[in-house]
Each structure stands twice: as structure tokens, then as C-alpha cells.
């Protein structure tokens, strides 16, 4: 936060520092070891629609369409922003 304050990095660098820092700060403390920062990459990611079978997120989209509920949420965000003058 000092960083993003003091004008030396912008948001998203100063998430890199942090993602960075939270790597460092254990590997220094010998809380894990330098093998143990890629076991992580080594396994297949999970996706949100792997959880659901097949024609599962079929269902998903169309609750969402029938619902509305992106586009309510959109026009929501559109009077807030308006009446409160955010960008």
C-alpha cells in the first residue's frame, strides 16, 4: 500500500510485489522449499464447468437468461453510477 501511495507502482504492479512478497517471505523463513513452488503447475487447472456435468452449465445459462439477473445488475450499476456521479 506504501508503494501504491508513495506514487512508485500502480495497482497491478503492486499486486506483483505482493504475489512476490507472499513468495519470498515463506522460501526466507524455510517454511517451504525452493521443489515445493511448482508442484502447483505440475496438476491440470479445474474449471467453474467442470464441476458440472455436461449439460450443466446448459442449465446455468439458461437460468441466467430467463432470470435477467445480468442485465439487472448492469442497469443497476448504470442508475448507481449515475446518481452517485462514480466513473
Not at 499486486?15 to 512478497?21: E, I, P, R, T, W
Request: charged letters at 10%; proline letters at 8%; glycine letters at 14%.
Amino acid at each position: 500500500m506504501g508503494g501504491i501511495y508513495g506514487g512508485i507502482f500502480t495497482a497491478t504492479e503492486a499486486g506483483a510485489v505482493g504475489a512476490v512478497g507472499a513468495l519470498l517471505i515463506p522460501l526466507a523463513r524455510r517454511q517451504i522449499k525452493s521443489s515445493e513452488i511448482w508442484m502447483p503447475f505440475g496438476k491440470p487447472p479445474v474449471e467453474f464447468n467442470d464441476c458440472y456435468p455436461a449439460g450443466g452449465r446448459l442449465y446455468v445459462q439458461l437460468f441466467l437468461a430467463i432470470t435477467q439477473i445480468p442485465n439487472q445488475f448492469g442497469e443497476y450499476y448504470l442508475v448507481y453510477n449515475c446518481q452517485h456521479g462514480l466513473p
